[in-house]
């Protein structure tokens, strides 16, 4: 594992999907029956979600960057919110965000995939930070959710 955790094979895995979607799409599908999603609406929707991914996850490479150079545990900022905002901001809106400015059928699919892939990799990564962490990485996990913010977020604790 490197500095991206186990988010290149993630990244890897969802856009080889989404390629593959794409050309199936694009060869097969489309000559039968094009985007499921309309222009009007996949459009800017799509492009407000690719956005905003793209704002999170610089805040996230930032903050985990500095953390890792400093040799301590990212929890500020979006790590403050989720153990993840990297595969957060990959999950939650940059592949729904390429799959609804694509709008095709298995392009739209992709997001799923994305989802099993993090379900798939993130033990690994964890198992990993535990070993490195300790207790402070338990208490952090504990405390904070993987991609979605924990209720009662802001409580202390």
Excluded: Q
């Excluded at 097969?28 to 704002?55: D, K, M, N």
């Excluded at 400015?101 to 298995?106: C, D, K, M, N």
């Excluded at 208490?139 to 802001?154: E, H, M, T």
Aim: charged residues 15%; aromatic residues 10%.
């Amino acid at each position: 594992m490197n500095r991206w955790g186990m988010g290149t094979l993630l990244y890897r895995a969802t856009i080889c999907y989404a390629l593959l979607a794409v050309l199936y799409d694009t060869v097969l599908i489309a000559a039968f029956c094009g985007r499921l999603v309309p222009e009007h609406l996949g459009y800017p929707l799509g492009t407000l979600l690719c956005a905003c991914g793209v704002v999170v996850y610089a805040g996230g490479t930032l903050t985990v960057y500095s953390a890792l150079d400093d040799g301590r545990l990212a929890t500020r900022g979006l790590y403050a919110l989720v153990r993840h905002p990297l595969y957060a901001a990959w999950v939650w809106c940059l592949v729904p965000g390429a799959a609804l400015l694509a709008g095709t059928p298995l392009v739209l699919t992709t997001p799923l995939v994305a989802a099993v892939c993090y379900r798939l990799c993130i033990p690994h990564e964890e198992a990993r930070l535990m070993e490195h962490f300790g207790e402070a990485y338990r208490a952090y996990r504990d405390r904070v959710g993987g991609i979605v913010p924990r209720p009662g977020l802001g409580k202390g604790g």
